[in-house]
C-alpha cells in the first residue's frame, strides 16, 4: 500500500501524514464505534491538579520505602504516567494486562490474565493503579491474585471510582464517577479515545 493513503478494507482515508505502517501491522485503522463524545466530566486542569495531590499523599505515605506501581492495561497508562511524575520518591514500574469474560461493558468478574508482571513482588510495596472501579470485580480479582504473592503491602490508587463502588476498598482515589459510559485520559470504547486529554461522556447513538 505503499504511496496510497487508502487502508485497505476499512474504507478509511488517511490525510497522508499518516505514516504508512507496513505489512507488519496486524491491526488495521478501525472505523470508530457509533456515538459521539459528550460533554467534558473532568477537565485536564482538574485532572492534573487531582493527580498532583494523589501523588503527594502518596509520597508523604511511603517516605523511605520504594513502592512497585502496578499499572493495569491499558486504561491506567495515562494515569500511571502522569502518577510517576508526581511522586517524590524513587518509584518502580510494573504493568498487568487483564481481560474480562464479561460482554460489552458488563463485567463478569471472571478475569483472565494477558498479561502478568515481570517483577516478583514478594516483599514489596506494592500500589496497584486502576483507571475505573466500576463493578469492582476485576480489582477484587487483583487483589486477591496479588495478595497471594505475598506483598510486604498492597494498596491501590483508582483515578476513578464509580458511585456505588466507594467500598471497594481503594485506599487512593481520585474523582466519584457518575454511571455514564466515559472515555479519554487513558479510556476508551472499542480502543478509541485514550489519547484525549479530558474525562468525557461517551454518548452511543
Ligand atoms: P469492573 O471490573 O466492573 O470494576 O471493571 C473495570 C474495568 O471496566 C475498567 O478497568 C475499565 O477498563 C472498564 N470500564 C468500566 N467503566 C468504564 C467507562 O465508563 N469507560 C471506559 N472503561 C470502563
Ligand atoms: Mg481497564
Redesign the pocket.
Known amino acids: 500500500m505503499r504511496g496510497s493513503n487508502a487502508h485497505p478494507g476499512t474504507g478509511f482515508l488517511t490525510s497522508g501524514r499518516v505514516p504508512d505502517l507496513g505489512s507488519a501491522t496486524v491491526r488495521r485503522v478501525s472505523s470508530l464505534p457509533a456515538g459521539s463524545i459528550g460533554r467534558t466530566v473532568i477537565a485536564a486542569d482538574v485532572l492534573a491538579a487531582r493527580v498532583s495531590e494523589l501523588g503527594a499523599q502518596i509520597t508523604e505515605d511511603y517516605r523511605d520505602r520504594r513502592p512497585l506501581l502496578v499499572g ?1 492495561l491499558k ?2 497508562f495515562v494515569f500511571m504516567s502522569d502518577l510517576a511524575r508526581a511522586i517524590d520518591v524513587p518509584v518502580e514500574l510494573d504493568f498487568m494486562a487483564v481481560s ?1 469474560y ?1 460482554t460489552g ?3 463478569s ?1 471472571v ?1 483472565r490474565i494477558v498479561k502478568d508482571l515481570e517483577t516478583d513482588i514478594e516483599g514489596r510495596d506494592v500500589i496497584l493503579v ?12 487483583l487483589r486477591r491474585v496479588l495478595g497471594d504473592r505475598k506483598p510486604a503491602s498492597l494498596e491501590i490508587c483508582a483515578l ?1 471510582v ?1 458511585e456505588g ?1 466507594e467500598d ?1 476498598g481503594a485506599k487512593y482515589s481520585g474523582f466519584p ?1 457518575p454511571p ?4 479519554g485520559y487513558g ?3 472499542a480502543e478509541h479515545y485514550r489519547e484525549l486529554d479530558a474525562i468525557r461522556v ?1 454518548e452511543p447513538a
Not at 180 to 183: A, M
Open positions: 493495569v486504561g491506567a474480562s464479561g461493558t458488563t463485567s468478574g478475569v486502576e483507571d475505573i472501579v466500576d463493578s469492582g470485580l476485576t480489582l477484587a480479582y476513578l464509580r463502588a471497594s464517577i455514564d459510559f466515559v472515555v479510556l476508551d470504547v461517551f
